[in-house]
């Protein structure tokens, strides 16, 4: 299996726009940062990137096993797909077949390996929201220790002087902050995105079940009185 965001991504992320240790001096008021590079570089993520390939060892295992599996089933096929299609006279309709059976079981097995390994993908999630949340108290602790009054997205950033690179101070301020989190979401835990989905149904529901109760007094008013 592929690894997870964190394992692939935590490589490369402490050198993902991070601002040099010595921090030069610079105008005060604004700075940039990247917040997505300052999470993952943060020491929480990186303890959870070693707990998780251990806590959901049973279904990265499974996951692999079951990878193997559907790739050697499905290697005799492509093996039949290929010859036939070389033959002198191919049958068009035959490998269209072939190949939509072949596509079928690959379908089927991703969604299969995607089913065993949701535990981890949903900890993942659950391990960047733990620490995303503590983002904003880090970032406007980092802006009061640099006296900065704005921080822009380094993305938006064309060019800049390294110097007002603020994700340093925010990384360090993080760290203080959220130390470690877990890797265990709570029974029934959804990623935000699913649960704000989730809220915004209820209330959309809410909101036709009160304007149909609104709707029936008005309706028995207007219906005709029998004499």
Known sequence: MKRSILTAVLATAASLALAPAVMAQTVPGIAYANPQAV????????????????????????????????????????????????????????????????????????????????????????????????????????????????????????????????NQDILEQLNLIVPSVSVTPPAGWLPRAQREQQAQAQAAAAAEAAQAGAAAPAAAKKAPQGR
């Open 39 to 166: 999470v993952l570089s943060s020491n929480a993520s990186k303890l959870a990137g070693q707990q998780l390939p251990v806590t959901y060892k049973p279904q990265i295992d499974q996951a692999n096993t079951r990878k193997a599996q559907i790739q050697a089933q499905l290697k005799p096929m492509y093996e039949k797909l290929d010859a036939d299609a070389k033959a002198p006279k191919a049958d068009r309709a035959q490998l269209q077949a072939e190949y939509a059976q072949i596509q079928q079981l690959e379908q089927a097995g991703q969604r299969e390996l995607q089913q065993i390994i949701e535990p981890e993908k949903l900890a993942e999630q659950y391990v960047l929201e733990q620490i995303a949340d503590k983002l904003e108290s880090a970032t406007q602790a980092a802006m009061t220790k640099r006296k900065v009054t704005m921080v822009v997205d380094a993305q938006s950033v064309v060019k800049a002087d390294p110097a007002y690179n603020l």
